[in-house]
Structure formats: C-alpha cells, structure tokens
C-alpha cells in the first residue's frame, strides 16, 4: 500500500513537469500586459498583491479540512461504542 502511495505522488509529479509553463499558468492577458509595461515596483506589487489573494482561500480551506479530520474522528469514536439509533 505504501508503494502504491509512492508511485500515485510520483506520477502526479512527473504529470506536472511535463505540462507546459502557460499550462500551469493561466497566463492572464491582463497581468502580463500590465507586468510587461511597469517597472520593479508594479511588479513587486502583483507579487505581494496574488500572494495577499490566495493566502487567505488556502489557509481557510486547510482550516476546513483539520476541523473535518478531526470531526471524523470524534463521530467514529462515539458510534463505535453503542449502536447506532438512528433510522434512515
């Protein structure tokens, strides 16, 4: 199973390598226009400015995910100590 585990990442990885560069970047004819025409500071400026936007998504979609995980245990732990009442 570990193998298995080993050989979907690596996969996944090469997968990634062999797109090409646009592929991976949405090559947004907007930000190249304006990236192309400013200078350091403008540019400097979308780095900060896409980091202050995705930051935010990421860190409250890890924050789901952990809050899920540890849900999921907590309902495993309680229904596995008495039966299930419920009827569906």
Request: charge should be positive.
């Amino acid at each position: 199973m570990q193998i298995k585990k080993i050989l979907m990442i690596a996969l996944a990885g090469i997968i990634t390598w062999l797109t090409p560069v646009p592929a991976r970047a949405q090559s947004c004819a907007l930000c190249y226009t304006q990236a192309a025409s400013s200078g350091s500071r403008m540019i400097q400026a979308l780095k900060s400015g896409i980091l202050v936007l995705i930051t935010p998504p990421t860190l409250g979609s890890l924050g789901v995910i952990f809050v899920m995980y540890r849900k999921r245990n907590q309902v495993r732990r309680a229904e596995s100590g008495e039966e299930s009442r419920q009827d569906w």
